[in-house]
Nanobody, 126 residues
Framework: QVQLVESGGGSVEAGGSLRLSCAAS??????MAWFRQAPGKEREGVASMNAEGGTTYAESVKDRFTISKDNRKDILSLQMNSLKPEDSAMYYC??????????????????????WGQGTQVTVSS
């Protein structure tokens, strides 16, 4: 089974930027996504990418976050700009090796993905 390892989290002031990376242990020709979970809140989908490169974003991060993948290195990234305090959360990389297509808001649900990384913390101060 593919394994995912996130990196790149940290602390930043509001308006700043961070780039998260997710290294996969296998070829990633399937759906992948970024989720986040703040204390006391449910895990929410941030952005997803299908095998052909199609992307979906949560409304709260559109025009600020960009999901991308380096297919040669099997690394999924999340570039986060104009960060806000409400973006503070543990960020998780997720994958569904059995699914190639995952565009649309309905795919930004934790139940769609069965493989998860350990998470990386993002803290945005005001």
């Amino acid at each position: 089974q593919v394994q995912l390892v996130e990196s790149g989290g940290g602390s930043v002031e509001a308006g700043g930027s961070l780039r998260l990376s997710c290294a996969a242990s296998a070829y990633t020709n399937f759906c992948m996504a970024w989720f986040r979970q703040a204390p006391g809140k449910e895990r929410e989908g941030v952005a997803s990418m299908n095998a052909e490169g199609g992307t979906t974003y949560a409304e709260s991060v559109k025009d600020r976050f960009t999901i991308s993948k380096d297919n040669r290195k099997d690394i999924l990234s999340l570039q986060m700009n104009s960060l806000k305090p409400e973006d503070s959360a543990m960020y998780y990389c997720a994958a569904n090796p059995a699914r190639r297509f995952c565009t649309g808001a309905s795919t930004l649900r934790a139940g769609v993905f069965g493989v998860w990384g350990q998470g990386t913390q993002v803290t945005v101060s005001s």
